[in-house]
DNA sequence: TGTGTGATAGTCT
DNA sequence: GACTATCACACAT
């Protein structure tokens, strides 16, 4: 497949908004990582806000300070990345600086470098490589080594590009999975009928 | 230095 | 649907 569109990267201010809103507006963006000059990447078909002091499921929550909790504080569009279970988590930090939310990004659309990402995972069908926060890392190689990398620098090893806007009737939001205290608003995001969204 | 804790994935029934 | 392997981090000693 050959790309003759420019592609646009999204702006940092993107991101200083509400975890939310950007949440929802991450739908449809293209996910895009480079390894060895090689590309890799697919659309973002589901993400979780998360609000960091205020959110019992956060790593934040009641003002919990480390590493990781010490990333959600800084600037929007900066990685964060964390291992649970076993498995790499990769979300977007949102919000002015100083104030920790973030977006779980939970699922893409393979698009582009397919046939490495099933490498990278180890199988062969195509609906099992990117439907899990957990796989999805693994099928990018994205670690704990690319924390703090700046989404919106055309420079960076992750980047999110403008690709669909996706219209709020084919939209879908629930609660969080595997949450155990969720808070009252559905705070998942979806694009409904696409096989590669989490169950 | 040690222990408890999950925002999971994979496998088996 | 239920069970468990697995591991970096947070917090307590």
């Given amino acids: 497949m050959k790309m003759e569109i420019k592609w646009q990267i999204i702006p940092q201010k993107f991101y200083n908004r509400d975890p939310s809103i950007v949440a929802r507006e991450l739908l449809g963006k293209l996910l895009i990582r480079i390894i060895n000059s090689r590309m890799l990447g697919g659309m973002i078909v589901e993400t979780e806000a998360y609000y960091g002091v205020d959110d019992p499921a956060s790593r934040a929550y009641k003002g919990r300070k480390g590493k990781i909790s010490g990333i959600m504080y800084e600037e929007g569009g ?3 990345i964390y291992m649970v279970h076993g498995n790499w988590l990769f979300n977007i930090i949102t919000g002015p600086k100083g ?3 973030g977006v779980l990004i939970r699922a893409i659309e393979p698009l582009i470098g397919i046939k490495y990402m099933l490498e990278n995972r180890g199988i062969k069908d195509i609906n099992q490589l990117t439907n899990g926060p957990g796989k999805l890392c693994k099928a990018l190689n994205i670690t704990g080594a690319l924390n703090r990398v700046k989404v919106y620098s055309e420079r960076s090893p992750i980047r999110v590009y403008m690709y669909r806007d996706i219209n709020d009737k084919y939209i879908g939001r629930s609660h969080r999975i595997g ?3 969720d808070l009252p ?5 979806f694009i409904k009928n696409n096989r590669f969204v989490s169950r």
């Avoid at 608003?185 to 995001?189: D, N």
Wanted: proline share 14%; charged share 30%; aromatic share 8%.
């Fill in 78 to 80: 900066v990685a964060l």
């Fill in 99 to 101: 104030h920790p939310s």
């Fill in 179 to 181: 949450v155990r205290e």
């Fill in 185 to 189: 608003e559905p705070l998942r995001f």
